[in-house]
């Protein structure tokens, strides 16, 4: 069984926020998703500045990016 969570930065643990905001210091994030299953907790995040779109994914600490899209110009 699973559940997912919906939010915004506001919803996120400091923690996780600080993760990515070190990482990605000029985007801002625009959803985040909480994905829980037995004992697994995993945030997936969207972010974006003017030229890009990125997903990222953080579980335990560590951070992977799953998507980095350029925008149109």
Same mark, same amino acid.
């Given at each position: 069984?699973?559940?997912?969570?919906?939010?915004?930065?506001?919803?996120?643990?400091?923690?996780?926020?600080?993760? =990515?905001?070190?990482?990605?210091?000029?985007?801002?994030?625009?959803?985040?998703?909480?994905?829980?299953?037995?004992?697994?907790?995993?945030?997936?995040?969207?972010?974006?500045?003017?030229?890009?779109?990125?997903? =990222?994914?953080?579980?335990?600490?560590?951070?992977?990016?799953?998507?980095?899209?350029?925008?149109?110009?």
């Amino acid at each position: 069984m699973y559940s997912l969570s919906y939010g915004a930065e506001k919803d996120l643990p400091r923690d996780i926020r600080y993760t =990515v905001k070190r990482e990605y210091i000029d985007y801002n994030i625009t959803h985040a998703t909480e994905a829980k299953e037995d004992n697994r907790d995993v945030w997936l995040i969207n972010l974006d500045d003017a030229d890009s779109f990125i997903t =990222v994914a953080v579980e335990n600490g560590s951070m992977e990016e799953l998507s980095h899209y350029k925008k149109a110009k």
